[in-house]
């Protein structure tokens, strides 16, 4: 049988299998979810499926119909369990078999667990499907008491969308600021004075050690001594790929399922891609490096497919972050921790974007955070100066009345 | 017959750009292109309902500010993921240094 077969209905596989489709893949295509539902997206999971007014059903990316349309074969509600190499197969959990001409693995991550040793432990919600969006929003009724524990991404939209169905929140991060690895200082001030002018507790710089039920209520022990009372906690505090198919199929592991930059595994006919795989990126020394982001997931899936189509052509899309909280919108393009020299362009709307230089003067990220979209612009050019290694002239980088459209010309 | 409503002076827009416009409760993002011409779509992209008046112009394409799904403004088609839908398009002319829009060029 001459078919793809892709295990991971996310967003990652299903852009894969679209794309494949659309660039000329004549041959079956299988796509595996280990969830019941089509494929949907999950930035939501965080946002409007919590503070939409009625329960929201899932964003789909494409409906079963679409799907079937596209000449996917769909496989809802099925996990894939074993996969040998040998005889090109794949073992489903229901016992089927699928044989396969090139694998894609696209797997995803699942959320870190809380470290607590508890039988309360149970009650910690985590987010990362449709289904348990809809468990957390069922919690979030006016002046119920939330902890979030995590100070990323995810903890602080979640935060942020338990504030508009006016919970009473506290954020517990374990370093001392928000966001701590991967934003800019200034832009966590702006957040955290955000979500203080909302009204949440932010304890930053400590962590939970202890958390038990009293009656209906969930107590929580920090590592300063504080103890929290709260009616629901939930956690965003990282999540892991989910390597264990290929793990037990002994393709290279390391922080996530090891791919050469055509996102080829170290078995020729296997690729792997999305929040699962750890990629040698060409704009940063091929330093590799693994980002569990919505856009690099529709990127890999587009790029795994061109690489089972033939092309040769090296995954080069530079990273690309955002987050919303409140009415507000950051962005971040590139890798912050890379730069050496931070440029800072103040705009007459009082937004900042802040632009970050390797040592060779080449523009390597640009972070900034403002009201709606309207930081995205100015993100999205710096994005294509640095996907072609630009040297921008800092002092028009920092002069507000100079359009950046003048550096990418 | 057009209902041609006016938008902005001819200046408000600079070229290879975009602005929103609202009227009669819907948005609208009128753009100017490299070569000065003008031209109108809906205002919202068709994955969500993202203001496309945020969004990147180059050349003949507006690129969603949210999840960079790209339209070719002049057409409204559709032209990259997560997109799949084309944008409506609307008449525009410029009058004195006016540009006006036809909000409803069925009738």
């Known amino acids: 049988m001459n078919g793809m077969v892709i295990v991971g209905a996310g967003q990652c596989g299903t852009r894969a299998a679209l794309t494949l489709r659309e660039a000329g893949w004549t041959g079956p295509i299988t796509l595996v979810g280990a969830e019941d539902l089509a494929p949907y997206e999950r930035p939501p999971l965080s946002k409007t499926a919590l503070t939409a007014t009625d329960p929201p059903g899932p964003a789909a990316i494409r409906d079963p119909a679409g799907l079937a349309a596209a000449g996917i074969e769909f496989l809802p509600g099925v996990a894939a369990v074993d996969i040998d190499r040998d005889a090109h197969r ?151 790929p989910d390597t264990t198919l290929a793990d037990k199929a002994g393709l290279a592991i390391d922080n996530g399922i090891r791919v050469d930059s055509r996102l080829i595994t170290d078995d020729p006919d296997i690729l792997a891609a999305g929040d699962c795989s750890c990629f040698p990126h060409p704009l940063y020394g091929d330093r590799r490096i693994r980002l569990e982001a919505w856009r690099n997931a529709e990127d890999q899936g587009a790029a795994a497919a061109r690489t089972v189509l033939g092309a040769d052509e090296p995954f080069t899309a530079v990273p690309w972050f955002w987050s919303d909280q409140y009415e507000l919108t950051l962005q971040i393009t590139g890798l912050p921790h890379a730069a050496t020299t931070e440029v800072v362009r103040h705009r007459r709307d009082r937004v900042d974007i802040r632009f970050g230089l390797g040592p060779d003067g080449r523009l390597l990220t640009a972070s900034a955070i403002g009201p709606g979209n309207s930081v995205a612009k100015d993100i999205r050019l710096a994005e294509k100066l640095i996907a072609r290694r630009a040297t921008p002239d800092p002092a028009a980088l920092a002069d507000p009345s100079v359009n950046l459209k003048t550096q990418y010309r | 017959m057009p209902q041609w409503i006016p938008v902005c002076r001819i200046d408000d827009i600079d070229e290879e750009d975009v602005i929103g416009f609202q009227h009669d409760g819907s948005d609208y993002a009128i753009y100017r292109s490299p070569d000065g011409e003008f031209f109108a779509t809906d205002g919202h992209c068709t994955h969500e309902k993202t203001l496309l008046c945020d969004g990147l112009v180059m050349d003949s394409i507006i690129e969603c500010p949210k999840h960079n799904g790209r339209f070719d403004y002049t057409t409204g088609k559709a032209l990259a993921a997560p997109v799949i839908v084309g944008l409506a398009t609307y008449p525009v002319k410029v009058e004195a240094g006016t540009v006006y829009l036809d909000t409803d060029p069925a009738s």
């Not at chain 1, 979030?148 to 903890?155: A, E, I, Q, Y």
């Not at chain 1, 939209?157 to 934003?183: D, N, Y």
Request: hydrophobic share 45%.
């Open chain 1, 90 to 240: 794949l073992r489903l959990a229901d016992g089927r078999d699928l044989t396969y001409h090139r694998l894609l693995l696209t797997t995803g991550a699942t959320p870190r667990r809380l470290p607590l040793a508890t039988e309360a432990a149970d009650a910690v919600h985590y987010v990362r499907t449709h289904a348990d969006a809809l468990a957390l929003r069922q919690r979030l009724h006016p002046g119920a008491r939330i902890a979030v524990v995590g100070g990323g991404f995810l903890g602080l939209e979640l935060a942020a969308s338990a504030v508009a169905r006016g919970c009473l929140v506290t954020v517990i991060e374990a370093t001392p600021h928000l966001m701590g690895r991967v934003v800019p200082a200034p832009i966590a001030t702006i957040v955290a004075a955000r979500h203080r002018h909302a009204g949440v507790g932010l304890r930053c710089a400590t962590t939970v050690t202890e958390l038990e039920r009293q009656d209906n209520t969930l107590r929580l022990t920090l590592s300063d001594g504080d103890t929290i009372t709260c009616d629901t906690v939930v956690a965003g505090v990282g999540a892991v």
